[in-house]
């Protein structure tokens, strides 16, 4: 079966950095888009950052562009989440995520996305 794990949350005073992983295993990696998204107490899940099959094209949500970065290894079935300049309005539970879209992108609705992790969570203190 497919599963997506996720590791590196943790807590971090604003402005520091942390680096989000994510293994996937069950699942033809190479053919699935790779995405982050987040979410807050009370707050509905978002998205955060995509990237496509290839990692040829990467989206960002404008909250989090300029200070993450996410990149994926297709021999290790692997995607990562940079995440710098950290502020309090970050702290959520980061989920990892796969879909299969039917062209080279990202969606970023999050009900379109196949397969979810267990999500990590990342607190920014101020």
């Known amino acids: 079966q497919v599963q997506l794990v996720e590791s590196g949350g943790g807590w971090v005073q604003t402005g520091g950095s942390l680096r989000l992983s994510c293994a996937a295993s069950?699942?033809?990696?190479?053919?699935?888009?790779m995405g982050w998204f987040r979410q807050a107490p009370g707050k509905e899940r978002e998205f955060v950052a995509g990237?496509?099959?290839?990692?040829?094209?990467?989206y960002y949500a404008d909250s989090v562009k300029g200070r993450f970065t996410i990149s994926r290894d297709n021999t290790k079935n692997t995607v990562n989440l940079q995440m710098n300049t950290l502020k309090p309005e970050d702290t959520a539970v980061y989920y990892c995520a796969a879909d299969r879209p039917i062209a080279e992108s990202v969606r970023r609705t999050s009900r379109f996305w196949d397969y979810w992790g267990q999500g990590t969570q990342v607190t920014v203190s101020s």
């Open positions: 990237i496509t099959r290839s990692g040829g094209g990467t």
């Open positions: 069950g699942l033809t990696f190479g053919s699935y888009a």
